[in-house]
Each structure stands twice: as C-alpha cells, then as structure tokens.
C-alpha cells in the first residue's frame, strides 16, 4: 500500500537530543528554521517548504526542535495563536500543500500539529497559571504547580465494515455531492480500539460488528488526530442511521467502489475520497485483497 499523506516524514527525531539543554542551545544557535506564516506552509521558489536560519528569530521566540534534517537540526517558532479550523475549511492552504513531495507533506504536518499544541496549551490545565516549553518543546512545565503537560494525539478509528461482498460507507452533511467514505469516530477513553470501532458503527449506522483488524495509520495535522484504519465485518444488512452524524450510509458493492476508485467524479454510483484521505488507500486495499 502506498503511504497516505501526512505519513513518511524525513526526519531523525534525535530524542536523546531533547534533554540535552546544552546541546540544544548549541543547535539552536546554528539551526535550520521552518517558515511559516501563522501555521500556514510558505514556499520557496522551487516548491519545497521555506526554511531559514534560527539566527532569523527573534531571541525571546519559542522554538521547538523538531528534529535532524539531513545531519542539521530543524527547528519551528511557536506562532502567536493556533488554529483548530478543520483542514476542509482551509482551501488556500490546502492549494499549496497538494503541490509538495510527500516527505515534505509529512513534515509540515508534524510541525503543525506540534507548533498548534504549544500555541493553544501556554497556560496549565491544572493551575492555570503560565507554562514553559521544556525537552526541546515535546513537553510544557508549569513552574508554579510542577506539572508536565505532552503533546497530544487523538487516535480516531475509521473502519470498512464488510457484509459479504459488499461495503458499509457513509457521508456527512459537509461532504461535497455524491462523495462517500468509511465511518470514523474518535476513541473514547476506556475503551480499546476494536471497542470503539464496534461502538462508533452501532451508534452511526446500526449494526454489530465483529473481527475488528487494522490496515494502515495515518497522522492528521488538523489539529492533530491519529487516523487508525480499520475492517469489520457484520452480518447485518438492515441500516438505522444517525441523522444527526450522517447525512445518508448505504452498501456499496464491490464493483460500485472499484469504478468509483478508477472513474473518480465520472463514477456512476459515488464519489471516492481523494487519495490525500487514509480512506482511499483503504478502499483500495479491499479491492486488491
Ligand atoms: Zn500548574
């Protein structure tokens, strides 16, 4: 399976780096910094993501390093404010991040999700009162009560339910006309990941499903959900959909997905995901399996 977007970044994270203050500090003075406007991706002239020197930052900016680009470390500025606008929202950006190379792709959502996190979580959830970037910016400290605040990923199941030789998807509201996709929903806390597959399809569509098995992962940067893709399989056929999480779910079968893999919007049925969303490389693992 080729890699979804967002996955495949070039980076060697160097963890043994981060809590080295010394070295950071070395690393800092003579580092590569990605450009950004806000959270959004700037270009250079060929293309790839603008990077400049850390020498360009203000002192007084927060930087979190990133990690080692090809032998030189890689640094990002912590932006005044952080963006939790979803990424179907955000066309211009999205104009710019279909034309990169995939590992760049990839290491610009890493950076976003991280940079976003440190602009949105400058105050402790626990005190209240201000936080500091600590272990090269992949921790926050409060100063006052002592606690440790992380980076967060929020694992979303998205899951091909099977009947036979037919598939279960379904489409919201928002999606554009016609375009249909696998069923996702965030994992809850307490539950595992086959719990919360089982429970986000019984809500959404009604039925039971059983032998939840993994495919593929794929980190989304808007603002910094872990896509886990799933299958299942259930033996009910009959659908009660949540109308208020769908506008519509209905059984695809296999011939139904495979033109609209190939075809695209000249597809007769339905409209596939694009190929940046985990979704189409799932369709198209169930069609090669
Ligand atoms: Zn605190």
Redesign the pocket.
């Known amino acids: 399976m080729n890699l979804p977007a967002f996955c495949g970044h070039p980076l060697d994270r160097a963890d043994h780096l981060r809590s080295d203050p010394a070295k950071l500090a070395e690393l800092r003075g003579d580092g590569l910094l990605l450009t950004l406007e806000g959270l959004a991706p700037l270009l250079d002239g060929a293309g790839k993501l603008a990077l400049s020197s850390t020498a360009d930052a203000p002192d007084t900016a927060e930087l979190v390093f990133l990690g080692l680009l090809e032998g030189r470390a890689l640094f990002g500025a912590v932006p005044d404010g952080g963006d939790i606008a979803p990424a179907y929202t955000l066309r211009e950006m999205w104009r710019l991040l279909v034309g990169l190379p995939a590992e760049q792709l990839a290491l610009y959502g890493g950076a976003r999700s991280l940079l976003d996190w440190h602009a949105r979580h400058r105050f ?1 959830a ?2 209240g ?1 201000p936080t500091v970037l600590a272990k090269g910016g992949w921790q926050r400290d ?1 100063a ?2 002592g ?1 440790q605040h992380f980076p967060r990923t929020d694992p979303v199941a998205i899951v091909l339910v099977e009947n036979g030789d037919n598939l279960l998807l379904g489409r919201q509201a928002r999606y554009p006309p016609r375009s249909y996709s696998a069923l996702a929903g965030f994992i809850e806390p307490g539950e595992s990941i086959e719990e919360g597959v089982a429970r986000e399809v019984f809500e959404e569509a009604g039925v039971r499903v059983r032998e939840v098995g993994y495919i593929a992962s794929q980190p989304w940067p808007f603002p910094s959900q872990l896509m886990i893709g799933c299958h299942a399989v259930t033996d009910d056929t009959e659908l009660t959909i949540d109308r208020t999480e769908l506008e519509d779910a209905r059984w695809f079968t296999r011939a139904e997905v495979a033109e609209a893999m190939e075809r695209g919007e000249a597809s007769s049925s339905f409209v596939a995901p694009l190929r940046q969303a985990i979704a189409h490389h799932m369709l198209r693992w169930w069609l090669e399996r």
């Open positions: 402790c626990r005190c009162q409060c006052a009560c606690a």
